[in-house]
C-alpha cells in the first residue's frame, strides 16, 4: 500500500523513469498539454464529458441504455492492421516468419519521423496501468502515452489504471512502453511496431481498439509473450471460465480460439435447462496468463479489467449474460442508430436501424448497418456470471487448456491429447477461418496456432520450444483438448446445437480430468462415446452424433501431410518434439 507520504505526490514524481521518458516523448511530440491519469471517476467523467462536447461520443437513449455512448472510428480504421503490425528484433530469425519483421533502428528512425510534432495542438495522456490485480506477482505494469482521450477511456475501461499502477511501477522500476498517436489516421500512415527486447510499443495513425488500446493485444500478448518465454511462464489468447457441477466441485479451464469461434459465447455460457445445478463463472474473456504455481500445478490470471468484444451478433438468445452486460454504463463503437437512438447492430431481434455505422441514413446497398467489427467496451464487473476469482492474486488453477477452431470437417466434436507435448501439436495445428476481425479477405482458412499467430511477439519455433519447457515445469498439468463447436454435414448445416449445450462437451472434459469419465483411444487421440456424454434432454440425430465423433483416417493423414509443410516455414528453430509428434501421428494413422 501506498504512504500518505506518497499519495499526496504529484503523480509525475512517483516515478523517474516515467517521468524522464515523458519529458523525451514531450520533446519529441509537442503537444500543447501533457495530462497525467490518475484513474479516478471525476478523471473518467471530465473526459467523458469533454469528448461529448467536441462530437467524438455521443450519448444514448438514456431510458433504454443508460449512461451509454457511440464512437465512430473513420472508415478506413475498424479493425486491426496486421500487414502493417512490425515485430522489431535485432535478428530478423528471432520474429520468425509468423511475424512482419522491421529492423529496429530502422522502425525507430520511421516512427520518430512521424511522431515529430504530431501532438501540436494536442493533449498528451499518460495512462498508468497495471495488467492483471494490482497486487498479484503475476501481473505486469505498462503506461501509455497517447493523444487519443477515446483511448484513455477505454484503457480506464480495460485496465487497472491510475495511480496505484504508478506507485507499483516507482516500487518496481519496469514498465513496458507504449507511444500512442492517432496521427491524421491516413492509412498510409499507419504503423504498430512492437520491440520485445526492450519491452517497448509504438503505434501510429490509427485509433481502432487492437491498434490503439497498448495495454491489449500488443502489451497482453505480443511483448507480454516475449517476457513470459524470458520469466518462465505462458501469455496466451484464452477465455478462463469456472465450472461448478451439481455436486460443488468447481473446475477452471482455458481454452484459445481464432476469432468468431464462439470464444465470448464460451466464457459466458449460459448452461441448458436441461443441465440443472451447473454453474458458470466468467474470470476472463480473451487473454490469460498462465504461472506455475507452488503446487505443480498452472494457475492463471486475466491481465484485463474490462470486454472489448464484437458487438454483431450478440442478442438475448446467442449470448444473455454478454447481451445484459451492455445495456449500461457501455462504450459502443461503429453500431447503427435507431430512431430514438438506440444502438442497432445485425442480430438484434428488435429495433430498426435508421443511420448506419459511418452516421449516414441507413440503405441496405451501402453494406451492413453496423460495422462487421463494431464493438463495446465495458467493465468486466458488469458481466452477470462475473468470478471473484477474477481479482485473486494467486489466480485460478487450470485443469484443462481447450483449443478449437471453425471446421467443416475433419476435427470432430472434441478429442483430448495423449499428454502435454501432443497437446503442444494439437494447438499448434489449429486452423480456422478468417473473419472481419482482422483486415483481408473473411472465410479463408488459415493455420492459427494457439490462436496466437497475430499475437505471438518472437518466432513460432521458439514458442513452442517454450510450451514443451513449460510442460516439464508442472508436477500437475492440465489435460489439453480440442473442440470443433462448427463440424456441418453434406447439405452445409450444422451437426451440434452449441452455446449452452456446449456445456456437456466441457462435462466430458471434466470428467476426464478427475479420472470418471470413459473414452476410446484413436490415431488422433481420446474420443467418447456417445454414451460417455451427457445427451439427456438434447435433440440429435444418431447420424449427427456418428458424424461429431468420427475420425476420417484419410483427411487425417492429408492434415499431418500438411501440417509437417506448415512446420518446414519454421525451418530449425522447429523443436525436435514437434516433429516427433507429427511423425508418431502419421505412423498411427498408418
Not at 477474477?390 to 483449443?403: E, H, L, Y
Not at 489439453?480 to 466430458?508: C, E, M, Q, S
Request: glycine letters at 8%; a negative charge.
Amino acid at each position: 500500500m501506498a504512504t500518505a507520504a506518497e499519495t499526496a505526490k504529484p503523480l509525475s514524481d512517483i516515478s523517474k523513469p516515467v517521468a524522464d521518458w515523458v519529458a523525451s516523448v514531450r520533446e519529441l511530440t509537442q503537444p500543447e498539454h501533457v495530462h497525467w491519469c490518475d484513474g479516478s471517476d471525476a478523471e473518467y467523467q471530465q473526459l467523458m464529458s469533454e469528448l461529448q462536447a467536441s462530437g467524438e461520443l455521443m450519448k444514448l437513449n438514456e431510458e433504454h441504455y443508460p449512461n451509454c455512448f457511440l464512437a465512430r472510428s473513420h472508415p478506413s480504421d475498424v479493425a486491426r492492421v496486421e500487414h502493417l503490425t512490425f515485430v522489431c528484433t535485432k535478428h530478423k530469425d528471432d520474429a520468425g516468419p509468423n511475424n512482419n519483421w522491421m529492423a529496429p533502428g530502422e522502425a525507430k528512425a520511421k516512427m520518430e519521423s512521424l511522431f515529430k510534432g504530431c501532438m501540436k495542438g494536442r493533449t498528451l495522456y499518460v495512462v498508468p496501468y497495471c495488467m492483471g490485480p494490482i497486487d498479484s506477482p503475476y501481473s505486469r505494469c505498462g503506461v501509455e502515452i497517447t493523444d487519443s482521450a477515446y483511448v484513455v477511456i477505454n484503457m480506464m475501461l480495460m485496465t487497472r489504471a491510475g495511480r496505484p499502477a504508478l506507485e507499483r511501477i516507482g516500487r518496481e522500476g519496469s514498465f513496458v512502453k507504449g507511444l500512442h498517436s492517432t496521427g491524421e489516421l491516413d492509412p498510409n500512415r499507419r504503423f504498430i511496431m512492437h520491440f520485445p527486447e526492450e519491452l517497448s510499443i509504438m503505434s501510429f495513425g490509427s485509433g481502432y481498439g487492437g491498434n490503439a488500446l497498448l495495454g491489449k493485444k500488443c502489451h497482453a500478448l505480443r511483448i507480454a509473450s516475449y517476457q513470459a518465454r524470458n520469466e518462465g511462464w505462458l501469455a496466451e489468447h484464452m477465455l478462463i471460465v469456472g465450472l461448478t457441477s451439481p455436486q460443488g466441485e468447481t473446475h477452471y479451464v482455458a481454452a484459445a480460439f481464432p476469432s468468431a469461434c464462439g470464444k465470448t459465447n464460451l466464457a459466458m455460457l449460459i448452461p441448458p435447462e436441461t443441465m440443472p445445478g451447473w454453474k458458470v463463472t466468467t474470470v476472463g474473456d480473451d487473454i490469460a496468463w498462465l504461472h506455475p504455481g507452488p503446487d505443480g500445478r498452472l494457475y492463471a490470471i486475466n491481465p484485463e479489467a474490462g470486454y472489448f468484444g464484437v458487438v454483431p451478433g450478440t442478442n438475448a438468445k446467442t449470448n444473455r449474460n454478454a447481451f445484459e452486460m451492455i445495456q449500461r454504463n457501455t462504450l459502443f463503437t461503429n453500431v447503427a442508430l435507431t430512431e430514438d437512438n438506440q444502438p442497432w447492430w445485425e442480430g438484434l431481434e428488435s429495433g430498426k436501424p435508421v443511420t448506419d455505422w459511418q452516421g449516414r441514413p441507413f440503405d441496405a446497398a451501402n453494406g451492413p448497418a453496423a460495422q462487421p467489427n463494431s464493438r463495446f467496451t465495458v467493465s468486466a464487473k458488469q458481466n452477470p456470471c462475473y468470478s471473484p476469482q477474477a481479482d485473486s492474486p494467486k489466480g485460478v488453477p487450470i485443469s484443462a487448456i481447450i483449443f478449437g477452431g471453425r471446421r467443416r470437417g475433419v476435427a470432430p466434436l472434441v478429442y483430448e491429447a495423449r499428454d502435454w507435448n501432443h497437446g503442444v501439436l494439437v494447438g499448434a495445428s489449429v486452423a480456422s477461418e478468417t473473419t472481419a476481425a482482422a483486415i483481408g479477405q473473411a472465410g479463408v482458412l488459415r493455420r492459427d496456432p494457439m490462436a496466437m499467430k497475430p499475437f505471438a511477439g518472437y518466432n513460432y519455433g521458439d514458442y513452442w520450444a517454450h510450451w514443451f519447457d513449460m510442460g516439464k515445469k508442472l508436477k500437475h498439468p492440465p489435460k489439453i483438448y480440442h473442440v470443433n463447436w462448427f463440424r456441418r454435414d453434406a447439405d452445409g448445416k450444422f451437426l451440434w446445437p452449441g452455446f449452452g449445450d456446449n456445456l456437456r462437451v466441457l462435462a466430458w472434459i471434466l470428467n476426464r480430468c478427475a479420472g470418471k469419465a470413459d473414452a476410446q483411444e484413436m490415431a488422433i487421440g481420446n474420443l467418447p462415446r456417445a454414451s460417455d456424454l451427457n445427451l439427456e434432454g438434447l435433440k440429435i440425430e444418431q447420424s449427427a452424433l456418428d458424424q461429431l465423433l468420427s475420425v476420417n483416417t484419410e483427411e487425417w493423414r492429408a492434415e499431418a501431410v500438411d501440417m509437417d509443410q506448415y512446420l518446414n516455414e519454421f525451418g530449425d528453430r522447429t523443436p525436435v518434439q514437434l516433429r516427433a509428434e507429427v511423425a508418431a501421428l502419421r505412423t498411427r494413422l498408418s
